[in-house]
């Protein structure tokens, strides 16, 4: 949600009228259904169950490889620790990961329009980029975990997505999980990071070297630095 430039000719479908302190503010509004990040990763991980061949098993990209409980017997876990041991790096691999989410968000997709943003079938008109960019809530969390500053780049979530995707499972569990529940989490911040990477520099448009503002809500500003110069993203 952001406010576009006066002369831009916007499709009315996605124009609302805003008025904070007495300023009337054209907006530009448009809501991706489907593809917030939670949503994405379950598409994406329903995915990677049908290239793993069914049965429980998720092929490997995003993350460490996912077996149902009848497959996880204990001599198969061994294996599975087995061949860890004999691999370089760590289970997941981000710029696949990246590209699975550029998929998932359209970018490759057809623009019917001179300029266009995330969404698929078809892809949404989107204006032209201006001001400072706020994202909050599910991009925050991913932020605040991969140890990024307040404001930070695309160029900046991709670097630490690129190391959190390459590190080594158990050493993350032993230095960033605690119990089960901490592990489930742990597997979400792979794809998380390449989901904002790819939501920011290439569905949306981002330059790699824009700072972004990541926080858990979107906090009230004076109106005079209002709409016109934020951009919202969950």
């Not at 990209?61 to 041991?85: M, P, V």
């Not at 160029?155 to 690129?162: K, M, Q, R």
């Amino acid at each position: 949600t952001f406010e576009g430039a006066p002369e831009e000719d916007v499709p009315s479908a996605h124009v609302e009228s805003l008025t904070i302190g007495g300023m009337t503010h054209r907006v530009y509004t448009h809501s991706a259904l489907g593809l917030g990040q939670e949503s994405a990763m379950e598409a994406h991980e329903m995915a990677m169950r049908v290239l793993g061949g069914g049965g429980g098993r998720v092929a490997q990209l995003c993350g460490r490889e996912e077996y149902s409980d009848s497959e996880y017997s204990a001599a198969a876990a061994r294996g599975i620790r087995a061949r860890r041991e004999e691999e370089d790096g760590g289970d997941g691999n981000f710029t696949a990961c990246r590209e699975a989410a550029r998929r998932l968000l359209g970018v490759h997709d057809a623009c019917p329009h001179a300029s266009c943003g995330v969404g698929r079938h078809p892809r949404p008109f989107q204006p032209t980029l201006r001001g400072r960019f706020i994202a909050t809530e599910n991009f925050h969390h991913t932020a605040r975990f991969l140890g990024l500053p307040e404001k930070a780049s695309v160029a900046d979530v991709a670097s630490a997505g690129e190391e959190i995707c390459a590190a080594d499972w158990d050493t993350l569990v032993r230095t960033r999980s605690s119990g089960k529940d901490g592990e489930d989490e742990l597997r979400k911040y792979c794809f998380s990071a390449a989901f904002i990477a790819a939501a920011l520099g290439d569905a949306v448009g981002l330059r790699e070297e824009t700072k972004i503002a990541f926080r858990r809500v979107l906090l009230a500003l004076v109106p005079n630095d209002c709409v016109r110069v934020v951009y919202a993203v969950s």
